[in-house]
């Protein structure tokens, strides 16, 4: 019998669910078709960072992701799998990156030889060159460190990787990738980095992955998903203090009295749960405090000078290295590029660079936590099974795995599993298809 099997019996129980992201709504979702659901969501939407936002502009109106924005065929078989249960659209999107370098000048877009070479004096830079044979060398070697003890930085000085490579390639790719800064990612675990990149196909120079993103916009999901549920969706209710009693587990949210439920599913970031437990207990306290989050400072805009200066370079992802070394690096995607926005003005996403967009050119601001992972999330999240349902409280969110929506989308389903529920998907493999902007 499962952990929640063995409390709920055969009977029908009552459930708070705290997050409306994809992890709570998925967890709710499934814990519904069996017991009666409550959701908490502090904000006044749901979604949590499956965000999309209307822009009105001279070209029409336009649905603009501004947090999740794609997937792909590879790695997300059951986000990809849920999408198709849902019969949500998802159409073709196309990854490509950039990256320019202010203090030398370097730039380069990686998805072609003429892009590389974009700026021709790229052929004559010693270190331009040194950064391709660290590509050549870094792929062929990577697998060897999957078992690593190491840190991400340690593994590239122990492997004279720590130049061109990791200055205007790696580093930048990753930044874009979990939008953290480079002093950051070179305290991650090196095995935890390179199963990511080997999963995604990132180590292979052919039979890369199909990128897609959602036709209209992520937030599409969204009603269909919540929609056997929406009634017991309640907006506007921080959850503050959670407290397991004798009976069951008190919730209390923001202008409300303490309410029984018999179990609780949190469905927030690791920081956010940690806060409102009462009585954590240590191994929950350990897990919960081991994945820190940051802030992302995230600002939709039109302003091009974000972009590289070779418009030949644009990519979907653009990272922009500073002269100085105490400002922040930058990532810009280009909406366009991404969600296929057929518009004279291009739609960029900043990262973290605000202080060098053209105030009259921002359209929308916002502030996105990411999780932060360093040695101590691999054995985190390795017990994240014990001590979720192990005292009525259950864990889910993208921060069990990756960090991305198909790691919100499992952690869900293990959770629905405890429970005794499944994924409700007849086949998560029908979805892997090639039709453009058609149900899958
Ligand atoms: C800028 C940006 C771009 C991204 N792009 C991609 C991408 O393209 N592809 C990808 O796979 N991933 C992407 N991600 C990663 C993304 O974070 C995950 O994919 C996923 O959406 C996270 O889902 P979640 O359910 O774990 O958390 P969230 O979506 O953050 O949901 C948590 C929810 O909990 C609510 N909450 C918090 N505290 C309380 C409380 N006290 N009471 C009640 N409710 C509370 C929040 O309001 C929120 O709604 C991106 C992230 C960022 C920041």
Redesign the pocket.
Known sequence: MTRAGAFIGHGRKRIAV???????LLAAERLATKHDVVV????SR?????HTVDVNTSDGPLAVD??????NDRT?PEFLGLMSRLGVPLRESTMSFSMHCEASGVEYCGSSVDGLFAQRRNLLRPAFWSMLKGIRRFHGMADSFLESELTLGELLREARLDGAFSRWYLMPMMAAIW?AKPEALTRMPARFFIRFFSNHGMLQVKNRPQWRTVVGGSRSYLDPLASTFSDRIRLN????EIRRQQDGVLVR?VGSESELFDGVVL???SD?AAR?IADASDAERSVLSAIPYQA?D?VLHTDTKLLPKRPKTWSAWNYRLPASPNEHATVTYDMNTLQGLETEERYL?S?NSSAMIDPQKVLRRFS???PVFDQRCLQAQAKVGEVSGSGRIWFC???CGF??????VKSALRVAADFGIGHGSTSSSSVVSPMRGVAL
Not at 46 to 50: D, K, P, R, V, W
Not at 237 to 240: L, Q
């Open positions: 705290i997050g409306t992201g994809i992890s709570g908490f969501e502090a904000d749901i979604g949590g960072h499956t501004t947090g999740f924005i794609v997937c997300y939008s209710a921080p959850v503050v949210a469905a927030t970031h956010q409102m992302n995230v996403i990262l996105y936590d990411h969110g993208a921060w960090g991305f929506h198909e790691d919100g």
